[in-house]
């Protein structure tokens, strides 16, 4: 009896370290995913060359395609993108990882932007998906798809 409850209690330990070894990595991801949005205000060209793995991809809402290939479509251009996009405000709202495995993980969450898009000042709320896959010791962006909600366009 006494090593079925030796057993018992090695099985709970161990849960309660994986519970917060995910726990960990879950504020991680969200604090990566809110210093994203605190570098493009700073216009901080280094953080997001090392945000975003060298294959990524991004559905955003106001394009029909799938961007890709960041250091070649994005990176070069970022300097324009942060003048013609200019956050001055975000708030995330229900954020939510989810592991898979010990290198990957999704991020969903709510937002609520105030923005500047070339000189016109917009208020918009939408939802974010963000796969985030664990390069060395750097927890980097694969994916990114957001979408605003009906009647924010």
């Not at 205000?41 to 945000?51: E, M, N, V």
């Not at 989810?98 to 999704?106: H, I, K, R, S």
């Not at 974010?128 to 990114?144: F, I, L, M, P, R």
């Amino acid at each position: 009896m006494k090593t079925v409850f030796t057993f018992a209690g090695l099985v709970v330990c161990a849960l309660l370290v994986l519970e917060t070894a995910q726990a960990q990595v879950a504020a991680q991801i969200i604090a990566r995913e809110k210093a994203s949005w605190e570098a493009w205000q700073k216009k901080d060209k280094t953080f997001w060359a090392d945000f975003l793995t060298d294959d990524g991809t991004y559905f955003s809402p106001r394009s029909p395609y799938m961007e890709t290939d960041p250091k070649v479509n994005f990176l070069p251009k970022i300097d324009v993108y942060f003048e013609q996009y200019k956050i001055l405000d975000f708030q995330m709202y229900n954020a939510r990882v989810q592991m898979l495995g010990d290198n990957a993980a999704v991020l969903t969450y709510n937002e609520s932007v105030t923005a500047d898009f070339g000189g016109k000042v917009t208020n918009f709320t939408g939802k974010v998906t963000a796969v985030y896959v664990k390069q060395g010791n750097t927890w980097k962006v694969a994916h990114g798809h957001e979408t605003l909600n009906p009647g924010m366009d």
